[in-house]
């Protein structure tokens, strides 16, 4: 078995009692006991969601929940306004594309943020556009994107408030019914910290009443299906469901119940600045400013002098310790490091002992320690 650190954004490390839960005996997905699984999973979805409305839970990556919200709501030749900061607000936009959809795209640099009032402006000028998407947690850059005052922005449009938590929801803040989010996307492989192939949507009255109105454009993504068999009585998906997935969804979500959202976000924002603190500390740079910096992965510009694969490489075959790299124009460019789901101090302290280590190797005036005293130091209770 593979014991190599994953300091990746995602998949993240499974706890053992989640890949437990996964061994065992497959059931009815048309049962009562099925039933009381998936009930009781989407009722704490809709916890971490922090929504009174419905969760689905739906087999498939992130990416299907992201089409979900699309394929439910596009009327061909609507107008969607995607925000794009990088590889998965991109995303976005080839969706509604994909759908014969008209996207609106505002473009941010990559490794800033929106500023939430280029939205006001954009509806401002045009009172079709019918959705904004915005990806909380930029994934491909490190960036986080104001989703709080993106929300109050939009409190004063029709538009309905399309927001991918794919790499943030339960590890940064999110809070659907307090940022008027209409429709909230995750998956189960990242800061939830169970395996991949899950994919969860929530959405609210308003997204209801558009999908009520939207002859759907996918057929196994029929948000009206996945309703009606949801209130079924016992409760299911409209077709087979990765059983064992479910189990481990459910576990996964009973750990994130039992450790609470506020301590979970904590602990990943403190991972975060103990990342960042060690980066500094060895004179490394940050892509995205510290005021934009994601709570669940860092950003690394490649210090000169080095390949992508002579660091990520060293990490990963000598200290196993799996980092990730740079996206589109951004391989080779930058590194990033992962610190979302189960992750703790030892995780850190290892990863950033392995960098120091793998610098001083390639040629770099590494003074030893210092970046994984600067880890230490921030995790220290006085500075907690
Ligand atoms: C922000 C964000 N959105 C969407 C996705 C797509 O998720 P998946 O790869 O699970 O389809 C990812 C995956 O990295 C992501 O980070």
């Keep these: 078995m593979d014991e190599t650190l994953l300091m990746i954004p995602g998949p993240t490390r499974v706890a053992p009692r989640v890949l437990k839960a996964m061994s065992e005996n497959i059931v009815n997905h048309r049962s009562a006991i099925f039933g009381k699984i998936l009930s009781e999973a989407t009722e704490m979805m809709s916890d971490v969601f922090r929504t009174n409305n419905k969760s689905y839970l739906i087999t498939g990556s992130g990416t299907a929940a992201m089409e979900a919200s699309m394929a439910n709501i596009l009327t061909p030749g609507d107008k969607i306004l995607n925000i794009v900061c990088g590889k998965f607000g991109q995303r976005f936009s080839q969706i509604v594309q994909s759908f014969g959809g008209q996207p609106q795209v505002i473009d941010v640099e990559w490794g800033k943020a929106v500023n939430p009032d280029e939205i006001g402006y954009a509806l401002e000028e045009d009172e079709n556009i019918k959705a904004v998407t915005v990806v909380h947690n930029e994934t491909s850059t490190g960036v986080t994107n104001p989703i709080k005052e993106i929300g109050k922005i939009m409190s004063d449009y029709n538009a ?19 940022y008027g989010i209409d429709i909230c996307v995750t998956g189960s492989q990242k800061c939830m910290a169970a395996p991949p192939g899950m994919a969860a949507i ?19 993504l029929n948000m009206k299906k996945y309703r009606k068999s949801g209130n079924a009585e016992p409760p299911e998906t409209p077709y087979t469901p990765s059983v064992s997935l479910m189990y481990a969804m459910h576990e996964a979500l009973d750990i994130i119940m039992e450790e609470g959202l506020v301590k979970r976000v904590k602990r990943h924002q403190i991972a975060a600045q103990a990342t960042r603190n060690a980066i500094k500390a060895l004179n490394l740079e940050l892509f995205p400013d510290e005021s934009v910096s994601s709570t669940t992965v860092t950003a690394i510009k490649m210090p000169e002098g080095v390949t992508d694969g002579e660091l990520r490489g060293t990490m990963r075959n000598k200290y196993r310790v799996e980092l990730a790299g740079g996206q589109d124009h951004l391989k080779g460019n930058i590194f990033r490091i992962g610190h979302m789901g189960n992750i703790t101090h030892r995780e850190i302290i290892t990863t950033v002992s392995a960098l120091e280590m793998t610098l001083r190797e390639l040629g770099f005036d590494i003074s030893m320690g210092e970046g994984v005293a600067a880890v230490a130091d921030t995790y220290l209770p006085e500075n907690i």
Excluded at 160 to 172: I, K, N, P, Q, W
Aim: hydrophobic residues 35%; without cysteine.
């Design 160 to 178: 309905l408030y399309v927001v991918d938590t794919v790499s943030s929801l339960a590890g940064d803040d999110v809070d659907v019914d307090g």
């Design 202 to 220: 929530t959405l609210s009255d308003d997204a209801w009443k558009v999908v009520e109105q939207t002859n759907p454009k996918s057929y196994y």
